[in-house]
């Protein structure tokens, strides 16, 4: 009986010491990293190049029409996208769907008003890969990654970051 309890005793110290130790999902990266460029066709036919948008704050978002997180998150990216745009905001939604007819759907029916498009292996092996939605990256005016979220994250959470990143001047 003492070396069961003792065993389990071990092992939730163990356990803690894991969970203690296990970095959070969402944190800023710290070492502002480039984010790699790439260039995706949108739901409207255009091209573009997360290098076109240098100089605005970027929220890079990686989500799927039957990821319900994502469309918990969606909303508040709409929101932000109208309410930070002038300041230099732009949200681009990379979606891992496999077909277009769906994603155009859920577009129209979130009322997306920032670029969406479909994403592929190469594009998300770039961005570390993509295991899990929603997956949504913070970059500031010079392309650098500031902030990695994984999972559903507080709209407040990415709404400081991005008003602290507006705040500040390119470099």
Known sequence: MKKTILILGAGLLVLGWIVLRRPAPHQPTGNLRPAPDFSLTDLSGGTFRLSDYRGKVVVLDFWATWCDPCKREIP??????????????????VSMDDDE???????????MNYPVALGNPKMAGQYGGILGLPI??????????????????????????????????PA
């Open 76 to 93: 508040r990216f709409v929101e932000m996208q109208s309410e930070y745009a002038s300041q230099g905001l732009q949200v681009l939604g």
């Open 101 to 111: 007819p769906p994603v155009r759907q859920f577009q129209q029916q979130f009322k």
């Open 136 to 169: 949504t990256f913070v970059i500031d005016r010079n392309g650098r990654i500031t902030a990695r979220h994984v999972g559903v994250t507080d709209a407040s959470v990415i709404e400081a970051e991005i008003q602290k990143l507006l705040a500040s001047p």
